[in-house]
Structure formats: structure tokens, C-alpha cells
């Protein structure tokens, strides 16, 4: 069964910085599209960033210049550095992963369980 687990979510004044990690375990054959979404109290869950196997990154233009999206494809692993934080990066963190489970078969998105992350002086 396939899971994400994700770590380093915290408490951080403005400012300071964080960095998220995403692991990706179980059984399956690939991973495709890798990337964060967030969601703050009372909206929607939103993209943050993504990125392709071969390391093509987008970003949500609020995070531009401030996030940086990188993967590990041997450790099947995802990750955002946070700098810049501000009080309105506020929210919980999501590791979503595009993953085909063999051979043939569709891919299907996979959620991490989610880390928080707060801003705040």
C-alpha cells in the first residue's frame, strides 16, 4: 500500500524559515508529478508548487521567489524549502503524489496526512 508521510511542519515567527519533506512509501511502479498544496482555516485547499520527474517546477505566485521545490527520485521524496515565511503561509501542508501502481495502470493521486505549519510572532 502506498503512503506518504510527510515532516517538518512547525512554529515560526516571519521571516524564518522552514523546510517540509515527503516521503513516498509501499509498493508501486513509478512516480509521476510530485508537489504541496495547502489549506488555511475557512478556504480551499490550494496548490503551493509542483514537479515533474525531470525537475520542471511551477509555483503558486504568492510562494515565487520565496519556496523552492526539489525531489529525490532514489529516495522517492519530495521537498519545500520555506523561506520568507509570512503569516499568511499559515496552514496545513499537503504531499500529493501522481503514482501508477504498475505497470500498465492508471496513476492516481496520493495524499500525505498533512503537517501544519505556522507563522506567527
Known amino acids: 500500500q502506498v503512503q506518504l508521510v510527510e515532516s517538518g511542519g512547525g512554529l515560526v515567527q516571519p521571516g524564518g524559515s522552514l523546510r517540509l519533506s515527503c516521503v513516498v512509501s509501499?509498493?508501486?511502479?513509478?512516480?509521476?508529478?510530485m508537489g504541496w498544496y495547502r489549506q488555511a482555516p475557512g478556504k480551499q485547499r490550494e496548490l503551493v508548487a509542483s514537479?515533474?520527474?525531470?525537475?520542471?517546477?511551477t509555483y503558486a505566485d504568492s510562494v515565487k521567489g520565496r519556496f523552492t521545490i526539489s525531489r529525490d527520485n532514489v529516495k522517492n521524496s519530495v521537498y519545500l524549502q520555506m523561506n520568507s515565511l509570512k503569516p499568511e503561509d499559515t496552514a496545513v501542508y499537503y504531499c500529493?503524489?501522481?503514482?501508477?501502481?504498475?505497470?500498465?495502470?492508471?496513476?492516481?493521486?496520493?495524499w500525505g496526512q498533512g503537517t501544519q505549519v505556522t507563522v506567527s510572532s
Open positions: 500529493n503524489a501522481v503514482i501508477r501502481p504498475f505497470t500498465g495502470a492508471l496513476a492516481n493521486a496520493y
Open positions: 509501499g509498493s508501486f511502479f513509478s512516480i509521476n508529478a
Open positions: 514537479i515533474t520527474p525531470v525537475n520542471f517546477a
